[in-house]
């Protein structure tokens, strides 16, 4: 039997802040700091999200929480994408929208929030999005 809406909404909001608490767990960050989290996987998501080629976007986004996968598309221009982009410009888009000094820096970042993500995925997706992947960026996923 399916979900109810509500029911549907209640578990995607518990896998997003599952996803959040990991990304603060790895930087010790206060769950008062929960908006910096959020900012974090917005950032990743999106950078990744414009790099993958529209068919590949959309099967990665088909497999992430609800609430996630709405955050994924936020502002998204399908026309636009595939971005063409090398390890330096992925990490300095990330760096650009988080806008924040981390402890690492950016590239523990995006490999923190992968990570966090990847419960949600399936292996063979991950494998799939490394595939649409220059090495460089393949190497970020889990």
Known sequence: MS???????DTSMDKLNLILKEIEEAYGWPK???????AA?????HVLRDRLPV????????????????LYYEGWDPAAVPMKMGRE???DRVRQDFRR???????LLVQ????????????????????DLPTELAAFIP
């Open 3 to 9: 979900k109810t809406p509500q029911a549907a909404i």
């Open 101 to 107: 000094d981390l402890p690492g820096g950016v590239e």
């Open 89 to 91: 410009e992925f990490l």
């Open 112 to 131: 923190t929030t992968l990570q966090a993500l990847h419960r949600h995925v399936t292996e063979g997706e991950w494998q799939d999005v490394k595939s």
């Open 32 to 38: 008062e700091r929960r908006a910096q989290s959020y």
């Open 41 to 45: 996987l917005r950032s990743v998501l």
């Open 55 to 70: 068919q590949e976007s959309a099967e990665f986004a088909a497999q992430l929480p609800l609430i996630v996968r709405g």
